[in-house]
């Protein structure tokens, strides 16, 4: 059942419709101190002396915007 929902074209939209509105329902609740902190919670990537850190919300904007605009080409 779940892999014959992925692969319907319109599957992708509704996992983001359904993602933004859960993040729109955790940010007008009593949850909404706990998920900025998620949000911003640091994390770093090292290799060697080479350190990248961000917190968490620009790793996600960074990494969906990747998949977004590589998905493009995936016919």
């Not at 319907?8 to 909404?32: C, F, Q, R, T, V």
């Not at 917190?55 to 990494?63: A, E, F, Q």
């Amino acid at each position: 059942m779940l892999r014959e929902f992925l692969r319907l074209e319109s599957a992708a939209g509704i996992i983001l419709m359904a993602a933004a509105l859960i993040a729109i329902i955790a940010d007008n609740s009593p949850l909404a101190p706990t998920y900025d902190l998620l949000l911003n919670t640091p994390v770093s990537l090292s290799i060697g002396t080479f350190e990248l850190a961000k917190p968490l919300i620009l790793w996600i904007n960074d990494g969906l915007m990747a998949v977004f605009f590589s998905s493009s080409g995936w016919n």
